[in-house]
Nanobody, 119 residues
Framework: QVQLVESGGGLVQTGGSLRLSCSAS????????MGWYRQAPGKQREMVAT???????YYADSVEDRFTISTDNVKNAVFLQMTSLKPEETALYYC?????????????WGQGIQVTVSS
């Protein structure tokens, strides 16, 4: 098991920027991937960005070119730099760590952090 603690959320105006951080309780190099997901009220949780242990990144189409995911293996942390934020991106943002198990995988989640973009 791993504990994931998010920080850096808050209130920002449309077009503003925020940097989310997620600190893991153990080495993130042991995980297949780290990522950020979000869930808006009344909607399903969706992938925002992920980064594999090899450094390959994936982004939702809606955030491509505006968000950047990165990791710090020394600090066991993953970050999400968000720019040009839009009101519809108001949501709870969750940190994810995916680890491979025998023939399956396990998703570990943080408690979530609120991001509110005012119009």
């Amino acid at each position: 098991q791993v504990q994931l603690v998010e920080s850096g959320g808050g209130l920002v105006q449309t077009g503003g920027s925020l940097r989310l951080s997620c600190s893991a309780s153990r080495s993130i190099s042991s995980f297949n991937s780290m990522g950020w997901y979000r869930q808006a009220p009344g909607k399903q949780r969706e992938m925002v960005a992920t980064i594999t242990s090899c450094g390959v990144t994936y982004y939702a189409d809606s955030v491509e070119d505006r968000f950047t995911i990165s990791t710090d293996n020394v600090k066991n942390a993953v970050f999400l730099q968000m720019t040009s934020l839009k009101p519809e991106e108001t949501a709870l943002y969750y940190c994810n760590a995916r680890e491979n198990l025998y023939f399956t995988y396990r998703d570990n989640w943080g408690q979530g952090i609120q991001v509110t973009v005012s119009s």
